[in-house]
């Protein structure tokens, strides 16, 4: 079955640095989007990022020139490359799968990852 599992949240000063992790197994990778999504505390959950399988890339305004998405197929991995944190970038962010074609909403993917956490503080 397909799996999807996030790694590499954690506590960062605003202005700091991370980059999350989403190993993907059970399908073939290497032919399906990508998309990095966040939720914070009372919030919907919001698109930060999307690639398609030809390395296609679409974000979210709020995090356009800070952050980066990228795959490496051989390795099953997206990866999410964020800098210049802010404090309102804190949540829980997910990694998705389900489609061939990259998209911007929650209801263009079928499957999630657990979520990693994700603190910027002030």
């Known amino acids: 079955q397909v799996q999807l599992v996030e790694s590499g949240g954690g506590l960062v000063q605003a202005g700091g640095s991370l980059r999350l992790s989403c190993a993907a197994s059970?399908?073939?990778?290497?032919?399906?989007?990508m998309g990095w999504f966040r939720q914070a505390p009372g919030k919907e959950r919001e698109f930060v990022a999307a690639?398609?399988?030809?390395?296609?890339?679409d974000y979210a305004d709020s995090v356009k020139g800070r952050f980066t998405i990228s795959r490496d197929n051989a390795q099953n991995t997206v990866y999410l490359q964020m800098n210049s944190l802010k404090p309102e970038d804190t949540a829980v962010y997910y990694c998705?799968?389900?489609?061939?074609?990259?998209?911007?909403?929650?209801?263009?993917?079928?499957?999630w990852g657990q979520g990693t956490q994700v603190t910027v503080s002030s």
């Open positions: 059970g399908y073939t990778f290497s032919i399906y989007s």
């Open positions: 690639i398609n399988w030809s390395g296609g890339r």
């Open positions: 998705a799968t389900g489609r061939r074609v990259k998209g911007l909403s929650t209801s263009d993917y079928v499957y």
